[in-house]
């Protein structure tokens, strides 16, 4: 490890492009993952950005590598350990060297943000902190520079992935709190000590960052009120259906008289709300502004690529000046003919054996049904299909065998039907 | 009007910050949007940055400015005429003479992006598109800046706002084309001439421009198949109810062997597909990589003030440094008394009058019920209701008059209710 202060970047040769030393505080999951993706995106990094990042040190509790070497060899640091201490004391360190620093760190902001931020302009240096809120969301982002000029007047999230599994579960299983909890566990979705997240706590640390970014004014995590979800009911969610309600623990920062206000606690939502429809651990957060009307950005809230997905977003900008399209790198082939499941609408003479016909057709062709829809209509009928995914090339051939078939009336129609990939 | 490249900056005086020359290139729908937003938000601008915007030259076909003088007197220049020429022109006049550029002409960036974005990077100035593809949707800063480092595997986008318009009248009322066409015109939500949005061609534009960004390869217009929605039937919509679909009208950008496929045409969704919710005038888009799963992003896709707000947060962003977390201008105070709309679940002695009395408390402290369920349990019934907004203090002193009542069993459950409030 180089500490040069005079040379923030070391010369690699030109191929490969300048060095971008980067520390690495913490190695769990988001650390962890973050050493693992880095590498393997540093060619195109170096393509587009002509600087290659590089981890140049790692310090947890037990290896042997001290904090202060590891912000000592570095151009930025990414603080991944979490908690308010020795968090607090890295960051201000990292800074007072003139470091950038990128961190995922809610509670660490939520408590000490307007100190973190002041050295962050003191030092000249930027302090960086997508990950903190919403996972890969690009909340923090969108809210610091998309809307940096906007009046905003409310940021509605579900910022906590653990508790909208949970009630995701209960609405759609009937499931008890307890019995979603544990499934929750099991999968990963849960810590075993829930805690935090059940009880708002966690959405509150998030909810406190949020609206010190929409409204420009100081906001603690102990302005935040929070309720969480532990005495919410499946009785409650079945009488939410009657009423055509979703239930989820969403956030609230918004301008009211007399100030701001920022909650956190179950709210039933109305189908037609933005967020009525996120599901799972997925987070999502909608801003209101009477001149943006609304923006709504939704995405997975946790897990280790995820969150060091956004972490890497926040390391490739403090390495490089804004916003230039950078020359492309590739040249890659535009191609035509893709695969695609397809809709098709026959209008057919109603006799035996049609759909069987129909289906040989399809079958020659490479294409099979996945579901069927058909309806008499006195002497005719209208079949209505979907087939699974196919070359479009082949589907135009089978719809031009199919349009040839004696008991076929007009001309076949055909749409594409996009499958479900997102689970 | 100065013009002093040596000074890009003329001062203002301490109390205002130094000013940043804009120069309006058009002044239609959203340039006009753009000349009203601006001075509204100038004085927070120039808190949070130090530097005021001013708007100090109009060019339009007949008000007698040409654009070279709105050009020489810019700090940027935003170019919001629309289509091929002079908008080419004078987009690289503005950045030969070294200025900044925001733009929202998608049909431009199609057709010549790569010409303005190498001149961008010759002249290192910026040249910004936020409002070109989504609106207000922050598509374009998600791609270049958060996920400048990710591997995309897919962007899929509704990135029309009149033919999903169209779209969600159909599959809404029944309405054929013509008539849900007609009520987008009566709208606004289409221009007296739909072409190019009805038949794909914008949204070809749009997924041009993602596609560049997203893989890092050239894309022209000219690669873009596209296909539109005239041909489709309120037939097709009721198909796709029975087979659980939604129809949009979908641009993909995708990997595909050989290459990418970058395409727009009609597609059917699965229910579970991010954007099947998509409803109305709205855009959205979605991004999908291995280590971020997808974002999913959604907003108004055009209008005046939401595209002018685009243009705002590039103004911003091309004025200042990125990712300072500015100090605090104001301190708000932090309001903990609330208005919400409340969901109230009472176990109660099934007997009569017991609804009215419950009403009645309720009345007393300013809360009217908007929707109730009762169910009979035997000796017991369950009274389930929604009640209007009010202030929490209130609600929480009638549920404390309810829990007194005679034939309530239990305690009284509230949660919260948040209204519809987005259309």
Redesign the interface.
């Known amino acids: 490890m180089t500490s040069d202060p005079a040379q923030p970047f070391r010369t690699e040769g030109e191929p490969s492009g300048r060095a971008f030393r980067i520390g690495l505080l913490g190695h769990g999951t988001v650390g962890g993952a973050l050493a693992e993706?880095l590498p393997s995106?540093a060619d195109?990094?170096a393509?587009?950005t002509g600087i290659r990042p590089e981890i140049t040190g790692v310090h947890t509790r037990s290896n042997g590598t001290t904090a202060a070497e590891v912000i000592a060899g570095a151009d930025l640091v990414a603080e991944l350990i979490g908690g308010l201490e020795p968090a607090r004391t890295y960051v201000l360190e990292a800074m007072a060297a003139g470091k950038h620093v990128v961190t995922a760190n809610k509670q660490l902001l939520a408590h000490h943000?307007?100190e973190l931020?002041?050295a962050?302009?003191e030092h000249g240096v930027?302090?960086?902190f997508?990950a903190a809120v919403a996972g890969?969301?690009?909340v923090i982002?969108?809210l610091?520079?998309?809307?940096?000029?906007?009046?905003i007047d409310r940021v509605?999230g579900i910022v906590n992935g653990t508790t909208n599994f949970i009630l995701t579960r209960m609405a759609e299983t009937g499931a008890t709190y307890a019995d979603a909890l544990q499934e929750a566990q099991q999968l990963g979705y849960a810590e075993a000590d829930p805690t935090d997240d059940v009880n708002g706590k966690d959405a509150a640390a998030k909810m406190a960052i949020l609206a010190?970014?929409a409204?420009?004014?100081?906001?603690h995590i102990t302005?935040v009120?929070y309720e969480g979800i532990e005495h919410?009911?499946g009785?409650?969610m079945a009488?939410?259906k009657?009423?055509d309600?979703g239930?989820k623990l969403?956030g609230?920062a918004?301008?009211?008289?007399?100030?701001?206000?920022?909650?956190v606690?179950?709210?039933?939502?109305?189908r037609?709300?933005?967020l009525a429809?996120v599901n799972g651990p997925y987070n999502a957060v909608t801003v209101e502004?009477?001149?943006?009307?609304?923006?709504?950005?939704?995405?997975?809230g946790a897990?280790g690529?995820?969150t060091?997905?956004?972490v890497?977003?926040d390391?490739?900008?403090?390495m490089i000046p804004?916003?230039?399209?950078?020359?492309?790198?590739?040249?890659?082939?535009?191609?035509?003919d893709?695969e695609?499941a397809f809709?098709v609408?026959l209008e057919v003479a109603d006799r035996p054996g049609v759909l069987a016909q129909v289906a040989q057709v399809l079958g020659l062709q490479g294409a099979s049904v996945k579901?069927v829809?058909q309806k008499g209509l006195g002497e005719n009928a209208r079949l209505?299909m979907?087939v699974h995914p196919l070359l479009e090339s082949k589907m135009l051939a089978a719809v031009e065998l199919i349009a040839g078939l004696d008991f076929v009336r007009g001309r076949p129609?055909v749409?594409?039907?996009?499958?479900?990939?997102?689970v």
Chains 1, 2 share one sequence.
């Open positions: 993706l995106r195109h990094i393509a587009i943000g307007e931020w002041a962050a302009r930027q302090l960086r997508e890969v969301v690009p982002r969108v610091q520079e998309s809307l940096s000029g906007a009046h509605t010190r970014l409204f420009d004014t100081p906001v302005d009120a919410l009911t009785d409650d009488y939410a009657d009423l309600l239930l969403i609230t918004e301008r009211v008289e007399g100030g701001i206000a920022v909650r606690h179950p709210a039933f939502l109305y037609g709300h933005p429809s502004s009477e001149a943006i009307t609304e923006i709504t950005m939704s995405g997975p897990g690529p995820q060091a997905s956004a890497m977003g390391i490739i900008s403090a804004p916003a230039s399209t950078p020359e492309t790198t590739q040249s890659l082939a535009v191609v035509k893709v695609s809709y609408h579901s829809v209505v979907v129609r749409i594409r039907v996009i499958e479900e990939q997102f």
